[in-house]
């Protein structure tokens, strides 16, 4: 390989690493900037996974059937609640 080719992997590697720290920084500061403190992430996952729970059963699958004659078969796994698989 030549040395043009692996001075330019290497320039690209450091860019990617340098906008993924710039955005993780940037993304903190904007939080917290929103917030004005840090988050309570384990209070805020609990209220999402209460609030997507309590939508699942209020949405029906209307178009499944549908779509199972389109494509002609379909396989899907969720989990429910309990953590056993349907």
């Known amino acids: 390989m030549s ?3 692996l001075r330019l992997l290497l320039w690209f590697c450091i860019a990617n690493v340098l906008t993924l720290l710039i955005s993780v920084f940037l993304t903190e500061r904007l939080t917290r900037h929103a917030y004005g403190v840090e988050p309570d992430w384990p209070a805020l996952a609990a209220q999402a996974g209460r609030r997507s729970s309590s939508l699942k059963h209020k949405c029906p699958a209307i178009s499944w059937p549908s779509l199972q004659g389109k494509w002609g ?3 899907a796994f969720t989990s429910s609640p309990s953590g056993s698989r349907v």
Do not use: A, M, P
Request: hydrophobic share 15%; no cysteine; glycine share 0%.
């Open 3 to 5: 040395r043009l080719y």
């Open 73 to 75: 078969h379909s396989t």
